[in-house]
């Protein structure tokens, strides 16, 4: 994830913005849909309710694969599968939908449209000049140590993993014979990544298990990929773009949804709580990194932002090679659902990144997030279970750290035998 202030400078040139600390909003606004036989009506709920007479939706797109900048003139989005709406509305329009809000009708919430931002940090120095308790060595990175990847029989064979994020670098060398199915969620852009925080991100979820000329450092070696950009090459994007990505995936079979992404927000968002809900009550496990607005140094314990606040939404921490904390590691929002609820290796993390430069490291909740996606599939693949099933397997395997739960949950993430 991002940081806020806090950044020691990236070994590989990552050009991420900085999320801004206060909330950046689109103007548009986020429309949750209840249960049952309404979340189809979705559409004709936003034409009686608000008068939106150009409304787009999902299903009139190939696999739900929504090409956003086709909606660009649209009123609004339905996402029919998460029963989820982005909406552009006047303020008559708007007030309408926030009174059926209030009701007990069809409209669940009505929130503002944010942006999210990709969250990594560059490596921190003084991280790096402590004595380690591991380290990367010629055949594995420290994380894979750490977690017992290398020791696992399971390699994520059968398992699809999403990962959201600003796209991949579809010419890299190492994933030359993998499958990849990939789409774009960004207007105007392929699903190329042009930043390199996706590349580092499906490296380390879903990286081979012999890469040629340099350590291990992929997880889910055998893993079917889907990549779904949904932030710029810039490390920034709406709700809608994410929420097109999610729906994607869930409608693509994707038991694993990794997500290093977020914003500056305290309070949990009802729409991502609501996709998180459905997601696993559709087999779908997300995993969200958990922010990087602290400083733990300074005594700013940060706090843990949406998507990864949900409730139904795995939020991850990030740890150095001592298994201590990241200094910029959120600690858990004192909101329902805001609990960090893993961790997993983010300080100093080798993994891909586009060509020509092929290989670097990063620090981040970012690259806790999809250790944990990768060894969600490894899991996924062991004992066939999905959705809330597979959350119990994870969180009922880490290893307990001497450390707050507050800051770290259940403890470290482990790989299956």
Same mark, same amino acid.
């Given at each position: 994830?991002?940081?806020?202030?806090?950044?020691?400078?990236?070994?590989?040139?990552?050009?991420?913005?900085?999320?801004?600390?206060?909330?950046?909003?689109?103007?548009?606004?986020?429309?949750?849909?209840?249960?049952?036989?309404?979340?189809?009506?979705?559409?004709?709920?936003?034409?009686?309710?608000?008068?939106?007479?150009?409304?787009?939706?999902?299903?009139? @797109?190939?696999?739900?694969?929504?090409?956003? +900048?086709?909606?660009?003139?649209?009123?609004?989005?339905? @996402?029919?599968?998460?029963?989820?709406?982005?909406?552009?509305?006047?303020?008559?329009?708007?007030?309408?939908?926030?009174?059926?809000?209030?009701?007990?009708?069809?409209?669940?919430?009505?929130?503002?449209?944010?942006?999210?931002?990709?969250?990594?940090?560059?490596?921190?120095?003084?991280?790096?000049?402590?004595?380690?308790? @591991? +380290?990367?060595?010629?055949?594995?990175?420290?994380?894979?140590?750490?977690?017992?990847?290398?020791?696992?029989?399971?390699?994520?064979?059968?398992?699809?993993?999403?990962?959201?994020?600003?796209?991949?670098?579809?010419?890299?060398?190492?994933?030359?014979?993998?499958?990849?199915?990939?789409?774009?969620?960004?207007?105007?852009?392929?699903?190329?990544?042009?930043?390199?925080?996706?590349?580092?991100?499906?490296?380390?979820?879903?990286?081979?298990?012999?890469?040629?000329?340099?350590?291990?450092?992929?997880?889910?070696?055998?893993?079917?990929?889907?990549?779904?950009?949904?932030?710029?090459?810039?490390?920034?994007?709406?709700?809608?773009?994410?929420?097109?990505?999610?729906?994607?995936?869930?409608?693509?079979?994707?038991?694993?949804?990794?997500?290093?992404?977020?914003?500056?927000?305290?309070?949990?968002?009802?729409?991502?709580?609501?996709?998180?809900?459905?997601?696993?009550?559709?087999?779908?496990?997300?995993?969200?990194?958990?922010?990087?607005?602290?400083?733990?140094?300074?005594?700013?314990?940060?706090?843990?932002?949406?998507?990864?606040?949900?409730?139904?939404? $795995?939020?991850?921490?990030?740890?150095?090679?001592?298994?201590?904390?990241?200094? @910029?590691?959120?600690?858990?929002?004192?909101?329902?659902?805001?609990?960090?609820?893993?961790?997993?290796?983010?300080?100093?993390?080798?993994?891909?990144?586009?060509?020509?430069?092929?290989?670097?490291?990063?620090?981040?909740?970012? $690259?806790?997030?999809?250790?944990?996606?990768?060894?969600?599939?490894?899991?996924?693949?062991?004992?066939?279970?999905?959705?809330?099933?597979?959350?119990?397997?994870?969180?009922?395997?880490?290893?307990?750290?001497?450390?707050?739960?507050?800051?770290?949950?259940?403890?470290?993430?482990?790989?299956?035998?």
């Amino acid at each position: 994830m991002i940081s806020h202030g806090n950044s020691y400078g990236d070994n590989d040139s990552d050009n991420t913005l900085a999320a801004p600390s206060e909330p950046e909003v689109t103007g548009s606004h986020v429309v949750v849909f209840t249960e049952g036989g309404n979340r189809t009506d979705a559409g004709q709920t936003l034409r009686t309710v608000a008068g939106l007479s150009d409304v787009a939706r999902s299903t009139e @797109f190939e696999s739900s694969a929504v090409d956003l +900048s086709e909606t660009q003139e649209s009123d609004a989005i339905v @996402f029919d599968e998460l029963g989820i709406a982005v909406v552009t509305a006047d303020p008559d329009q708007l007030a309408a939908l926030q009174a059926a809000a209030a009701t007990d009708g069809p409209v669940l919430s009505v929130e503002p449209e944010l942006m999210h931002y990709a969250l990594s940090i560059g490596t921190d120095p003084r991280v790096q000049a402590e004595a380690a308790s @591991f +380290s990367d060595t010629s055949e594995l990175t420290w994380g894979l140590q750490a977690t017992n990847v290398a020791a696992s029989a399971c390699g994520g064979f059968g398992v699809k993993v999403a990962v959201l994020d600003t796209g991949f670098d579809l010419t890299h060398p190492d994933f030359e014979d993998r499958a990849i199915t990939a789409q774009s969620f960004v207007p105007g852009a392929g699903p190329q990544d042009g930043h390199s925080h996706g590349t580092h991100c499906v490296g380390t979820a879903c990286g081979p298990k012999s890469p040629s000329g340099t350590r291990r450092y992929g997880v889910a070696h055998k893993a079917d990929i889907y990549v779904g950009k949904v932030l710029s090459d810039q490390g920034r994007g709406p709700d809608r773009g994410i929420l097109a990505g999610i729906e994607w995936a869930i409608v693509n079979g994707c038991q694993v949804i990794s997500m290093s992404l977020g914003a500056n927000v305290e309070a949990v968002s009802v729409a991502y709580e609501t996709v998180g809900s459905r997601a696993l009550a559709s087999g779908s496990l997300i995993v969200a990194a958990a922010g990087n607005n602290a400083n733990r140094a300074a005594g700013n314990m940060g706090f843990v932002g949406p998507p990864a606040n949900s409730p139904s939404i $795995m939020a991850v921490a990030a740890l150095d090679s001592t298994l201590g904390l990241g200094n @910029f590691s959120a600690r858990s929002n004192p909101v329902i659902g805001g609990q960090i609820d893993v961790a997993g290796p983010g300080v100093g993390v080798f993994s891909t990144v586009p060509v020509p430069t092929r290989y670097g490291a990063k620090s981040g909740t970012s $690259m806790a997030a999809p250790h944990v996606a990768g060894i969600a599939a490894l899991w996924c693949e062991a004992t066939g279970r999905t959705g809330t099933e597979l959350w119990a397997v994870l969180t009922q395997k880490a290893r307990r750290l001497m450390l707050p739960s507050l800051d770290v949950g259940s403890g470290l993430i482990q790989a299956p035998a």
